[in-house]
């Protein structure tokens, strides 16, 4: 079957991109016909979709489905698949084998694993376990429990390590086991892992993790991109990202230093490195992104799946749409695969409805033609567009002519002038960065829009004074969630007091990454206890010229030795730098520690750096916190043991109460099941417990995962790996007192 193309009328859609004043063109759809289309008589779990050549040669669609189990669609070998094992054959559809994992599915992905086998490896991931098993001959290959839980899966070889992995991403942590199921790999993340991509990022040969968090970040390595997004709803789940299902963040490896990603609040853009080339916002969630050349001009497209059953394709480059289709249900997951056997790729999209289809790319022979087509139809497009402007343009100045000749216009030495200052709390108002906007003559700010990510709900901000209030300065109140910078992307609208046009001044202002400490000290304020130093070898000017980058300085500030207070908790942070290049940082923050020393080692180009670090107060409460986990562990073991014994007491219930019951004998008969009814009331009771004892344990787990994620961000390159590295081996010997002393010191030697 060949693919059928049929030309659409283009429409300029104005997308909700990321500043008004920027917008994405729509271009000439192309119209694909899915060449299959299957109805799954099972529905799909949202991102849980894989494909995997079990046997070494028949892709088949394997997806999570409901009750704990996971279906294998496979039907080039109808018959020969026996029932053994995990596998039943299902009931409603004869391609497609049923795979018991009697837990919650969170995570699915198929690959080659091991060194010697002949197909590829399926992965499921639970809440507390991970099953490596070989569809092909119907066994496990590991099972391993992985106490962080598994909330993605990426399989694959990664860096300098020889053999393939499965990388789970987990609570606050990663780990990579081979296909023995022995642990090669581990380090911890900033928060929950919700996306894993294995890529040769950098184009070395070897490739590097793509991490997607809950705490705003994807990672590369020691690379952090920042990504914001405010979502109110998204702060009774976890306070950040949180994608419907609790996913922060979809990632899908492009190219060579560039990658899709997908947000929580609808947003779906490409990062080229820590740049980001575009971004656009629905209001609808976006399920899954896939990378597929589907135009076949030898470069991918961002394939993105939507909440609303949308499927669409953009262009890399431009986020341009060069293809639409839509399902009668959510998206739940976009592959592909050689499904038909013909040696052609297809793009495989799934919807939780269990609807499938594939689309072929457009044919070489074709693309020229329809290249070509696009673009003179852009070039009209944009043609239009400008002569529509220029028409708007010419009607603003006749209408100005028919009343009053001066009416709109304004002196031609009107500017816009921005200011930024830091103002404390107030018993009206909280403490705020203060952005002052005003113009330097008699004329007056109408209106002023501000765009800026992570900031205002909406990622906008508008402020329209009455006509009775019209000045020529505006003040915006300020709070940044997080020390983040910003750039506040400013509109304007000047005239005179009885203008009804007015000239449109835009704008851009950058808010300092640490514009929320404010120099006025209060002389009653603690001193912090918790301290972090560290050598470089550069000059004081240059960390001056950090400090003056980073925090809303006055002018002239040439010292590199400053005292702030924090707006947000009000705590001292005080930052001095002797003559031998010796730094000290005081704060009882380690957050805020971390990241002044990773801004500050960004901005001197310092490789590798070690500190000696000292936070009493929270090394006080993660003693604590691990205390718990000790007693969690205890308690956890405790009611399994229990759990157990009932199990058993409840097997010998039964078989009294069916032989009392053949007996004749209905008081003994009814007595067990008395009795065993109280058992299963005991039962539910416990499981309760443990329920409430895992979740827990769960989150003091994730409070030490982050601990040395914090006590690594204290350091830079190789000491932080180490720091890191011994963190870990710390625990497992269950060795506090090395922990705090690596921590601390950087080094288990005291």
Not at 303 to 311: D, L, M, V
Not at 317 to 332: H, L, P, Q, W, Y
Not at 410 to 437: C, D, F, M, W, Y
Request: proline content about 3%; some cysteine.
């Amino acid at each position: 079957k060949k693919c059928i193309f049929l030309p659409c009328i283009a429409t300029l859609a104005h997308c909700n991109s990321e500043f008004s004043h920027l917008y994405i063109k729509t271009r000439v759809s192309i119209m694909l016909v899915p060449i299959f289309t299957l109805k799954l008589n099972h529905k799909i779990n949202p991102r849980m979709v894989t494909i995997g050549q079990f046997d070494g040669v028949h892709p088949c669609l394997t997806a999570a489905t409901q009750a704990g189990k996971v279906f294998i669609h496979n039907p080039h070998t109808r018959g020969q698949r026996p029932v053994a094992h995990r596998l039943s054959q299902s009931a409603q559809d004869s391609d497609i084998s049923l795979l018991n994992i009697n837990q919650a599915v969170t995570c699915l992905a198929a690959g080659r694993l091991g060194p010697n086998t002949t197909g590829d490896t399926l992965l499921v991931g639970s809440q507390t376990n991970l099953l490596a098993y070989d569809v092909h001959d119907n066994a496990d290959i590991f099972y391993r429990e992985v106490t962080d839980g598994a909330n993605a899966i990426a399989l694959g070889k990664l860096g300098d390590i020889p053999s393939p992995l499965a990388i789970i991403g987990g609570n606050c942590a990663l780990q990579g086991f081979d296909y023995q199921g022995n642990d090669h790999f581990w380090t911890v993340t900033g928060d929950n892992v919700r996306s894993l991509v294995l890529c040769d990022f950098t184009g070395d040969g070897k490739n590097e993790l793509l991490v997607g968090s809950e705490d705003f970040d994807i990672r590369l390595d020691h690379v952090v991109l920042h990504v914001f997004n405010v979502l109110c709803a998204q702060e009774a789940i976890i306070k950040h990202f949180a994608l419907v299902a609790l996913m922060c963040c979809t990632i899908s490896y492009l190219c060579v230093f560039r990658f899709g990603y997908a947000l929580a609040n609808g947003t779906v853009g490409v990062y080229d490195r820590a740049a980001r080339y575009w971004r656009i916002k629905s209001k609808n969630h976006a399920m899954s992104i896939f990378a597929f050349d589907l135009n076949a001009d030898g470069v991918v497209e961002l394939i993105t799946g939507w909440s609303n059953g949308k499927i669409d394709a953009r262009s890399d480059r431009t986020g341009e749409v060069i293809f639409k289709d839509n399902f009668s249900s959510s998206v739940a997951g976009v592959v592909e695969g050689d499904y038909r056997l013909d040696g052609q790729k297809q793009l495989i999209c799934t919807s939780t409805e269990g609807e499938v289809r594939g689309y072929l790319p457009a044919s070489k022979d074709l693309k020229g033609n329809l290249m070509d087509t696009s673009a003179e139809q852009d070039l009209v497009r944009e043609l239009s567009q400008r002569r529509q402007n220029l028409l708007l343009e010419l009607r603003n100045y006749e209408e100005n002519a028919k009343t009053h000749s001066g009416m709109g216009v304004i002196p031609a030495n009107t500017q816009l002038q921005t200011a930024l200052s830091v103002k404390a709390a107030t018993e009206t108002q909280k403490a705020h960065v203060e952005l002052s906007i005003s113009t330097p003559n008699e004329t007056v700010i109408r209106a002023v829009l501000i765009f800026a990510e992570g900031i205002f709900e909406g990622e906008s901000h508008v402020v329209h004074p009455s006509a009775q209030s019209l000045s020529g300065c505006v003040r915006v109140p300020i709070v940044p969630p997080k020390d983040i910078p910003v750039d506040l992307h400013i509109k304007a609208f000047v005239g005179g007091r009885t203008s009804t046009q007015f000239h449109v001044f835009e704008i851009t202002r950058q808010l300092p990454r640490f514009s929320m400490y404010d120099l006025a000290v209060d002389s009653s304020a603690a001193q912090p206890t918790g301290r972090v130093a560290f050598s470089i070898n550069d000059r004081q000017q240059r960390v001056v010229m950090w400090l003056n980058q980073n925090f809303l300085l006055p002018e002239g500030e040439e010292s590199p030795d400053v005292t702030f207070s924090s707006l947000r908790g009000g705590g001292l942070l005080s930052f001095s730098m002797a003559s031998s290049g010796q730094i000290t940082i005081r704060t009882d923050d380690i957050d805020l520690a971390g990241d002044l020393i990773q801004s500050l080692a960004s901005f001197l180009a310092i490789e590798d750096l070690s500190a000696e670090a000292d936070f009493p107060t929270y090394f006080e409460e993660l003693h604590t916190t691990l205390t718990e986990v000790d007693e969690f562990h205890s308690v956890h073991q405790k009611l399994t043991a229990a759990m157990a014994d009932h199990s058993n007491y409840i097997r010998n219930m039964l078989v009294q109460a069916e032989d009392a019951r053949l007996m004749g004998d209905m008081t003994t008969m009814k007595k067990r099941y008395r009795e065993l009814y109280d058992l299963n009331r005991d039962l539910i009771n416990e499981y309760k417990i443990r329920s409430n004892n895992h979740n827990a344990l769960l989150a003091c787990l994730k409070s030490v995962n982050q601990a040395i994620q914090r006590a690594g961000r204290l350091r830079v390159g190789k000491p932080k790996n180490q720091v890191i590295s011994a963190c870990r081996d710390a625990i497992k010997s269950n060795n506090v007192n090395a922990l705090f002393r690596i921590m601390r010191a950087g080094t288990a030697s005291s």
